[in-house]
C-alpha cells in the first residue's frame, strides 16, 4: 500500500534526476495536498513532534513533510511540486531569515514558469492558479535558535543532562572556539556539532516546550496548514 514515505522517496530521486512519474502518480492516489519543505531532518523531526502534541496526523490529511537535503535545493522543489507544469501542490515550510530573498526568488520563478506554460497551452491549467503566492515561515538564525530562545538557555540545559549530553556539551564549552558566544549561541552550536543529535534534539525541544511558548514560525505552520 502506497504511503507518504513512499511519496516522499519518489520526489527526492525525482529532484536528483530521476523521473517523476512515480511521484506524479502517488501524489494523485494518496491523494497529497500540501508539502511542506524544510532544510533538513532536524525540522522536520520539530515539525512532527509539534503535529503529535496537537493531535494532527499530517499525512492522514494529505500533507507531506519532505526535507529537501539543504535550503539550496528550494528552487527545483518548487518547480517540481508547485504550480503547473509541477503537480500544482501548496507549497508551505520553514526558512531562516538570510534565506527569505533566495526562497522569494525561487518561488517567483517557479510561478513566473507555470505563467509561460500556461500561455503556451493557451489554456486554463486547472487547480492552483501560477501566480499564487506560496507562504513560507521566517526563522531568525534558525528554527533551533528559535527553540532555544522560546525554552531558555537553563531549560535546555535540563534537556541536555536528561538526554545524557551534559558531559559532551562540558567538554564542548571548553574549546577555544566558544569562548565569548552567548550560551544561547553555544548550545545552537552544540546540537549540531554530532551526527544525529540536531534531529534528536529537534523532537526532544518541541516535547518540552509549553503550550503557549511555540516559536511563532513553527506554530503558524501548523495553524496553516
Request: glycine fraction near 12%.
Amino acid at each position: 500500500m502506497a504511503d507518504m514515505g513512499a511519496f516522499r522517496e519518489a520526489v527526492t530521486g525525482w529532484a536528483a534526476g530521476g523521473s517523476g512519474e512515480s511521484a506524479r502518480e502517488l501524489a494523485a492516489r494518496l491523494p497529497v495536498r500540501a508539502v511542506v519543505l524544510l532544510e533538513g531532518p532536524s525540522d522536520a523531526a520539530a515539525v512532527d513532534a509539534l503535529a503529535e502534541r496537537r493531535g494532527r496526523d499530517l499525512e492522514g490529511e494529505g500533507v507531506c513533510v519532505l526535507p529537501m537535503g539543504g535550503a539550496m535545493s528550494i528552487g527545483r522543489f518548487a518547480r517540481l511540486l508547485g504550480p503547473p507544469p509541477g503537480l500544482g501542490l501548496r507549497l508551505t515550510g520553514l526558512c531562516d531569515v538570510r534565506e527569505r530573498d533566495f526562497y522569494a526568488r525561487a518561488l517567483e520563478e517557479a510561478a513566473a514558469g507555470a505563467a509561460h506554460a500556461q500561455e503556451q497551452a493557451q489554456e486554463q491549467v486547472p487547480g492552483q492558479a501560477p501566480g499564487q503566492v506560496q507562504r513560507f515561515f521566517v526563522c531568525a538564525a534558525d528554527l533551533e535558535d528559535e527553540l532555544i530562545r522560546a525554552l531558555g538557555v537553563a531549560r535546555v540545559e535540563e534537556l541536555v543532562r536528561a538526554e545524557g549530553d551534559l558531559r559532551a556539551l562540558q567538554t564542548f564549552l571548553r574549546q577555544p572556539a566558544q569562548q565569548g558566544r552567548t550560551a544561547q549561541q553555544q548550545l545552537r552550536r552544540f546540537l549540531g556539532t554530532k551526527k544525529g543529535r540536531k534531529i534528536r534534539y529537534g523532537r526532544v525541544l518541541v516535547e518540552a516546550l509549553e503550550p503557549d511558548r511555540v516559536p511563532a514560525p513553527l506554530d503558524g505552520l501548523l495553524t496553516s496548514l
